[in-house]
């Protein structure tokens, strides 16, 4: 089945810095892959997603890259801000006769200092 | 207020105990699926289910079970809990067809002594 790898697990940044986050895949049908934001206590809510006819989608100061080949896609925070501070899972999904489900990455810990 | 509704929110149970957590969703969605949640693990798939009365088996899907009679409702049952239970659940939904991001429910909290 597929597997996701996610780095780092945490990372801290200064405030208005860039952020950075990796992840890998082992599956080369998957052809979803969302992005999710969790605070503390909360729902994982869908920030941003890319299917594997694209290589690169941006929504104001959140973007992500999809590198098919060599089966990695990053998502890039700019301009960080403390509110941006949570827990970030990539998660990877193919459509086929079975699940549809999602497999996540172990999660990401963004520090924005202010 | 559309989405999907998790109950209980939190739960203390004594092992041994048999335990439904409910899941609702007025979406219309006809994928359903259930998560647990462990620190430095990310979310783990238990069970899913693609229409209404069928049902298949994630990741992590021994001592629990599900049901699927409906379109909105996906129980999820732990017949006789253990302590290695002890997790966040998370109830999830998305349109079936083609690759669609889940929507998730509040979660519920559960503590097995």
């Known amino acids: 089945g597929e597997n996701v790898e996610q780095h780092p697990s945490t990372l801290s940044v200064q405030e208005g810095d860039s952020a950075v986050i990796k992840c890998t895949y082992s599956?080369?049908?998957?052809?979803?892959f969302p992005w999710y934001k969790q605070e503390l206590g909360k729902r994982p809510q869908l920030i941003i997603d890319?299917?594997?006819?694209?290589g690169e989608k941006k929504d104001q100061r959140i973007a992500v890259t999809l590198n098919k080949t060599a089966k990695h896609f990053s998502l890039h925070i700019t301009e960080t801000q403390p509110e941006d501070s949570a827990v970030y899972f990539c998660?990877?999904?193919?459509?086929?006769?079975?699940?549809?489900?999602?497999?996540f990455g172990s999660g990401t810990r963004l520090q924005v200092q202010p | 207020i559309a989405g999907i509704t998790q109950a209980p929110t939190s739960q203390i149970l004594a092992a041994g105990r048999r335990m439904t957590l409910r899941c609702t969703q007025d979406?219309?969605?006809?994928?359903m699926y259930w998560y647990r949640q462990d620190l430095g693990l990310g979310l783990r798939l238990i069970h899913y289910?693609?229409?209404?009365?069928?049902?298949g088996k994630g990741e992590v899907p021994d001592g629990y079970s599900v049901s699927r009679a409906n379109t909105d409702d996906f129980p999820l049952t732990l017949a006789s809990a253990v302590p290695s239970q002890t997790s966040v659940y998370f109830c999830?939904?998305?349109?079936?067809?083609?690759?669609?991001?889940?929507?998730f429910g509040d979660g519920t909290r559960l503590s097995i002594l």
């Open positions: 999830a939904s998305s349109d079936s067809e083609g690759a669609q991001p889940q929507h």
């Open positions: 599956d080369s049908a998957s052809n979803y």
């Open positions: 890319i299917r594997s006819n694209v």
């Open positions: 998660a990877a999904s193919k459509r086929d006769t079975g699940r549809r489900a999602l497999t």
């Open positions: 979406m219309r969605h006809n994928a």
């Open positions: 289910s693609n229409t209404a009365g069928t049902t």
